[in-house]
């Protein structure tokens, strides 16, 4: 059997049935199976998490009893094989079919000859189950409640974010300044057989293809690091200066705190927080795999009110625990597992980390809210609900960037604290 397909299906188990994180899910399936071909199972894993819902619905039309009549581990075998037949072009249909019954016969034993039917009676039938359908949740298989709730907030658009969503995220590269430039790590790359393009919106980022940038020497040595485009422009938005004392209060696992570092020249101060002390190490590994020095790591719950800190930031990142639904190309999980009626929790927890990180700002200096989701209820409703109760804010600059032109969908607000008894809005 092919050593691609047992590893997709053991990342995918994991994801399925344990409830995995796909990208944790993914590197480890990968350090079992050394043969394997990196890209292949990346590019496959993603792909049927990503079609889940529309999948599933052309399952339920096939097997008799439906979906629910198939166990958990034949289910992901024939997830695998749909997909692979449906948009895996390197795939022909009898070797999707073949590897699937293989497949089978190693992790469900018994149903090879139902994982065969199944699949043989989908390509008999491929053009009548294939066909388009104006239901956006299964098109873009998009729970409904998911699709309600853009719908409600972004009307006509949120086809448009669903189809961009659904489509695999680009690999965005932030140069490390500290170290190169962004021409000559194209180049360097370019070495190593690694297409890359640049991006009007950021001069530190390359847009690249293929390759195994993760285990490139190039990303030992800290000459890049793998940073969602849109984060990236946030940052920028901010720009912290050379000198400046800058807390980041939910910072792992280090790529937003490590750009700001950058940004400063390795001049300055930053106090990285988590409030999980086993993440403050990613941190720590980031920062000195890209050679910076001014990072200072601490736990730190963000929703409690630390008096000791107020006042002493000049810049303060508060990039808050979210739904993450501007993200789900790249964690097509997160859409199965967002239950829209429990956000009025979370939205309490960003409001509490906002009105902490104002207070922690010094007169004067900058505070800037983000998330990398798109329902409204926990961005522009939560900086105005804070808003609304402290007065010593004004709002600076604020965007929405939705999942367009190499863009994840991501919001930001930056605020300026306000000098005791200003009123004024700020000139910046």
Known sequence: ?????????????????????????????ISHHRGCRDSFVRSMVKGTLRDTIRIDHILDQLADGGIRSIKKRTLIVLRMGVYAVRSMDSVPDHAAVNESVTLARKV?????????????????????????????????????????????????????????????????LRVNTLMTTRDEL????????IHTESSELSDRVLIAEG????????????????????????IQALSPLPGSRVLDMCAAPGGKTTMMAEMMTG???????????????????????????????????????DSKLDDSFDYVLADVPCSGLGVVAGKPEIKYRTDTALLGELVQIQKEILR???RYAKPGGLIEYSTCTLNKDENERVVEAVMNEESFGSIVEMDTLLPYNNLVGFYYCIIRKNFPGSTDEPIR
């Open 1 to 29: 059997m092919d050593q691609d397909w047992i590893t997709v299906f053991e990342a995918l188990r994991s994801v399925y049935i344990d409830g995995a994180y796909s990208n944790i899910a993914v590197n480890e399936a």
């Open 186 to 193: 194209a180049k360097m790359l370019a070495e190593e057989g």
């Open 267 to 305: 001049s300055g101060h930053i106090t990285a927080c988590d409030i999980h002390e086993h993440r403050l190490e990613l941190i720590e590994a980031t920062a000195a795999r890209l050679g910076i020095d001014i990072i200072e790591t601490r736990q730190l719950d963000g929703t409690v009110h």
């Open 356 to 358: 902490n990180a104002l």
């Open 211 to 234: 390759g195994a940038l993760m285990g490139s020497d190039l990303f030992r040595r800290g000459l890049f690091t793998v940073q969602s485009l849109s984060s990236v422009i946030a």
């Open 108 to 172: 469900a034993r018994g149903t090879d000859r139902f994982v065969n039917a199944v699949l043989r009676n989908y390509l008999r039938r491929r053009e009548e189950l294939d066909r388009d359908t104006e239901d956006l949740g299964i098109k873009y298989s998009f729970p409904d409640d998911i699709v309600r709730l853009l719908g409600d907030q972004y009307g006509e658009e949120t086809e448009g974010i669903l189809r961009n969503l659904s489509s695999p995220a680009p690999m965005v």
